[in-house]
């Protein structure tokens, strides 16, 4: 699990950013290390289930962490603060004041607008998956359709 989630902080990080993946965009890759395939979604509806399929038919379940949802970023708006101040001396000991205020100017104004459901899926491979590969596919039930995905490539060597 620890893998599985730095998997998703070091992808989702490593975009320009920290950027979500492109909208309607589906990323799938072997993790060796995990000895799963690793997906990430981004679709208008949120992910259902994610299962890799065999070329018999037979298939293993993924488990799906939903990342972000749809939403909208705000900038704080632009304020402008009065001050009032005074540092004076009285015999051996020095006392100060102040005083302030601040206002905004406007609201808060939108930075991001996403549309968005992103999810990370790990799916665990079977034994041959390293050489029947190119015989599975990923299927993902996102919202009321399906989506069909080639097997990503184990890594050479």
């Keep these: 699990m620890k893998k599985a989630l730095f998997w998703i902080v070091l992808t989702l990080g490593g975009c320009a ?28 509806e949120p992910i259902m289930q994610a299962d890799l399929v065999g070329a018999d038919g037979a298939r293993q379940a993924g488990t799906v962490t939903m990342v972000s949802a749809p939403h909208v970023d705000y900038a704080p708006p632009p304020s402008i603060g009065i001050g009032i101040g005074g540092f004076g001396f009285s015999g051996c000991c020095g006392f100060g004041s102040d005083t302030g205020i601040g206002f ?9 607008v996403s549309d968005q459901y992103v999810a990370s899926v790990s799916i665990p491979v079977p034994a041959d998956y ?28």
Excluded: C, I, K, M
Excluded at 21 to 41: E, I, K, L, M, Y
Excluded at 106 to 112: D, I, K, L, Q, S
Excluded at 130 to 148: I, K, P, T
């Design 104 to 112: 905004p100017l406007g609201g808060p104004r939108p930075v991001n």
């Design 17 to 44: 950013g920290n950027a979500l993946p492109p909208p309607n965009s589906v990323q799938a890759r072997f993790d060796p290390g995990t000895q799963a395939v690793q997906v990430v979604v981004s679709e208008r």
């Design 130 to 157: 390293a050489q029947h590969w190119n015989a599975y596919r990923v299927e993902l039930h996102v919202g009321n359709r399906s989506l069909a995905v080639a097997a990503p490539p184990p890594p050479a060597g």
